[in-house]
């Protein structure tokens, strides 16, 4: 790999998209990394990736569909909790690894040169490598409770796409934020929390009361959730003025954040 000397000031405004797609094979290579080391030393390893979100699963049925009956608009719990927790686990996931990768990899960029969106990029990949192994393991679930794949499924790609794209606006947002103040990963993990239960996954959308729900829908991880049902159960989606609001401000969020992180991301080796 060719090195180059780091400038915290030159081609400030540039937002280096055309370098990551010059060092796609490094971006490539660093995925592949990312995706092997996670469960290394690991006695389960790789099965880590289901028995976590299973575990989780199982909590929540327990809890809120068992003890509390948390309406699920006559879906079996356990299908339409998975349905729902499956795009929240990447949107989180994905955000808090985008957001921690300039700080994770101080000792890398300090050294090398080379476009480091390329960083938060490979873990998100890495984050939707394993939103697929839950995806097959939510169609088997789903067909246990007798919901079937049907052409629905082909739309999932377009789906994590979208859901990639959100938590990459986030997390370029406070990558480079994050580098100089550490307060913000316990923040962000609070934020996050409060997200699982201000979106409808452990409940219905319609246990939200009427004069709420067009406020409810402006949540940007309101629509995938609810087109993850619609997905594996089939079940009706409205659409609103809230969906291009919500989508509008998803696309702006990411765009920005590429543009704030090209003009941070030079700057971070300065306060290591």
């Known amino acids: 790999m060719q090195t180059k000397i780091i400038d915290a000031h030159a081609r400030r405004w540039s937002l280096g998209l055309g370098e990551v797609w010059g060092r796609r094979e490094l971006l490539r290579l660093l995925t592949v990394r990312a995706i092997s080391t996670r469960y290394q030393q690991m006695l389960l390893g790789f099965f880590w990736s289901l028995l976590e979100p299973l575990a989780l ?118 990558a480079s934020i994050m580098v100089k103040f550490r307060d913000i990963r316990p923040l962000l993990s609070i934020a996050l929390q409060f997200g699982l239960y201000a979106s409808p996954i452990i409940y219905s959308s319609s246990a939200v009361p009427e004069a709420w729900r067009f406020y409810y829908q402006l949540n940007p991880m309101y629509w995938p959730i609810e087109a993850s049902r619609w997905v594996f159960l089939g079940q009706p989606v409205e659409v609103t003025p809230a969906l291009h609001i919500s989508a509008a401000f998803g696309l702006a969020l990411f765009v920005s954040g590429v543009f704030v992180f090209s003009i941070y991301e030079k700057l971070t080796v300065d306060v290591q």
């Open 57 to 174: 699963l199982a909590m929540m049925t327990f809890v809120f569909g068992f003890m509390l009956r948390a309406p699920s608009n006559g879906f079996p719990y356990p299908v339409f909790v998975f349905a729902g927790l499956l795009p929240w686990l990447l949107f989180s996931r994905a955000t808090m690894a985008s957001s921690g990768s300039l700080q994770e990899h101080m000792g890398l960029i300090s050294k090398v040169y080379f476009p480091r969106l390329i960083l938060p990029l490979s873990v998100t990949a890495r984050e939707v490598f394993d939103s697929l192994v839950m995806t097959v393991c939510l169609v088997v679930i789903a067909a246990a409770f007798g919901f079937w794949p049907t052409w629905r499924v082909l739309l999932l790609p377009v789906l994590i796409a979208y859901i990639a794209v959100l938590s990459l606006g986030v997390g370029l947002w406070t």
